[in-house]
């Protein structure tokens, strides 16, 4: 009986081989676009037609050589393991030497790349299998363009049965999204039909550049927390290895769980050496690290990046690397939960930008329209709000923040109140109602001034005259500028034009007590005493709002003091 068993073809072995790294469009990017990263790109540019089935990438690597070239599509041909020890300590993201080939099996590919200090650029054409069929001189910028065409054109069947084009520039968006986490130091160009789909700027780490993929998340909802942690007490790593890389490093960004979080756990994302991968043991100890920090049905924010000696992990459980095998997976684990909790503690780092979160900045809105200190000149309208319910020594001082906000209590809740605007308001109002000029002597001195700014500062009462050539003698000033050392620039200020309550508001501002000097508690109580009385205590003569009212009831609803202390125990 003749044997059943054969075997395959050449052109079979590679096609199915073909189909385990290169499945849809977002595969043939990612294999692209780790190469340019492998390249030492840091601007990457990629090009998607998916009606015609084409992809292009472009990158400033460091690019390729004619040899180069003409083995880079030849089947397991890489430049970036020589042995089988290799294997073992992998640091390019790229290693197989199956993705170029591959295309070549499941379409057209061109290449052009200059090196770094090359004087030519080389265009080469492949056919199936790898082989060379055309090269040409090219004029190209050093670096490297791959064009990808009439993907999946020999295999009509696999085109069928892959999803719509909108949900492959998805995941193609998804996969450069990811990538991009773990290179926050690259720009990214992303064109779709020719037109440019979306940009990703370089940023100094994954927490200034997460904001970019996700949109709602802001920069103070964020903790991000780096570490240098000591390889594994057991690791085998050579010495070679222990001498060079004694420690790996640790990147994490978390969502702080009073400001952001998730419906779904979408956004707990684990990356190694460079590249995201799917590790079920890391994701689950993410989960726990967070656990009765968020409310119930809510799910954290958190991209975790190790960089770690590479004997630690085993890239070859999938054809796609991102399934791996990590040794010593509790060490690991317990260095994560150990950083989470880092990042989660209270310090002076993450309470940063607290009023950008969701539930503050809620908070401050329904402040704002109770406290109802919108300015509108075009109408104003009587005072009728808490602000003309309270008299003189109803607002309390209890402290001063940053020495520019005065916390003030009040029968209803609390006050913050800044101090230079509030000052300002005091002054104007003064300045009104008394516009007094008092003389000089010796009297201010200016220098170079316009006719325009002489008849400015007649205009609004000052007495000037010339003193010389090109100077001029102010002999009257307004008397809230006479104590000042900065008098001659006030008075140069004035001379720039605008009516006398301009004027007015210039000096008073000027005049105010600065944002950034302490006060003591009899000043401040003064202050707000002051401000109190003042006819239009809503905003500064520039239109500013003033203060910040926060009722009890609504401190209360922020602190869930709502709650049913049953349902609040998950209960």
Known sequence: ???????????????????????????VVRELVENSLDAGATRIVVSLWPQQWRIRVADNGCGMNLDDLQQAATAHSTSKIRSSADLWKINSLGFRGEALHSLTTLADLEILSRPMGGKLGWRINYGNGGEVVQVEITAIAPGTVVTVSHLFGNCSSRRQGLPTAAQQMKAVQT???????????????IW?????????????????????????????????????????????????????TPHSALNLVVGLPDRTHRHRPDWVRVAINGRMVKTPELEQTILSAFHRTLPRDRYPICFLHLAISPDQINWNRNPAKTEIYLNEIIYWQEQITQAINQALSISSSNLKEAVHTTRVS???????????????????????????????????????????????EHPSGMWLVEQHIAHERVLYEQLCDNWQLVSVEPPIILYQLSPAQVSQLQRIGLEIEPFGEQLWAVRNIPAPLQQREDCAEAILELSWGGDLQTAQVAVACRSAIRNGTPMNQQEMQTLLDNWQRTRNPRTCPHGRPIYLSLEESALARFFRRNWVIGKSHGI
Not at 175 to 189: L, N
Not at 387 to 404: E, F, W
């Open 192 to 244: 779709q039909n020719d037109r440019q789909w979306f940009t990703i700027s370089p940023a100094a780490t994954t927490g200034q550049l997460l904001p970019q993929i996700l949109p709602q998340v802001r920069q103070g909802d964020l903790q991000e927390v780096k570490l240098q942690i000591p390889n594994p007490p057991n690791s085998c790593t050579d010495a070679i290895n222990r001498v060079s």
């Open 1 to 27: 009986m003749a044997s059943t068993i054969q075997a395959l073809p050449t052109e079979v072995v590679y096609l199915i081989t073909a189909g385990e790294v290169i499945d849809c469009f977002a595969s």
């Open 175 to 189: 996969t450069i999204h990811q990538i991009a986490m773990c290179h926050p130091h690259v720009t990214w160009q």
């Open 362 to 408: 809620k908070l401050l809105k329904v402040a704002e329209a109770k406290g109802g200190y919108n300015f509108n000149p075009q109408n104003p309208k009587p005072s009728t709000d808490a602000i003309n319910r309270v008299s003189p020594n109803s607002l309390k001082a209890v402290a001063q923040v940053s020495s520019t906000y005065i916390v003030a």
